[in-house]
């Protein structure tokens, strides 16, 4: 009964589609490109080596406005402690995203970023495990009382 009522719990899954440690020079910035198949629930976290670091991920049109400097975006900042940060796609196809990170210190520090899209479903394994077990012990209780 208590695997049946585990099936209940979704499981959390996630697709890793960006995994990836670089270094950042002192005063620059670098940037990370992922292709992103689906619409859906994205999530995006980095550490930084020491100090500081700002991110953002940005749509190509994002990045290009930037650039140009008639944009800014709402910079997520992190120390040693994982940031994350939950990405809507929204619908739609496939679309690029631009992990843009910034360095405003004079050193150079090690940047690691992940993506992933993380979505839950049902723990059918354990759903019919449950199920199976249920069932042989209805039967096995019912051969019982009745040989008895």
Known sequence: MLL???SLTLLEKKDILLNDSFNIAGNTCENRTVWIDSSGD???SFTVSEGTIKGYPMTAT???????????????ESDQADFGMSIDIGDGEGSTRHFVFTN?????????VEFS??????????LFGGAILVLLGT?????????Y
Request: aromatic share 18%; no cysteine; charged share 25%.
């Open 4 to 6: 049946l009522l585990n």
């Open 42 to 44: 994205y999530i995006a």
């Open 62 to 76: 994002q990045l290009s406005l930037w650039l140009e400097g008639t944009y800014e975006p709402d910079w997520a």
């Open 104 to 112: 405003d210190d004079f050193f150079a520090k090690e940047v690691h």
């Open 117 to 126: 899209k993380a979505w839950e479903e049902t723990n059918y394994v354990n």
């Open 139 to 147: 039967i096995i209780a019912i051969l019982l009382k009745y040989k």
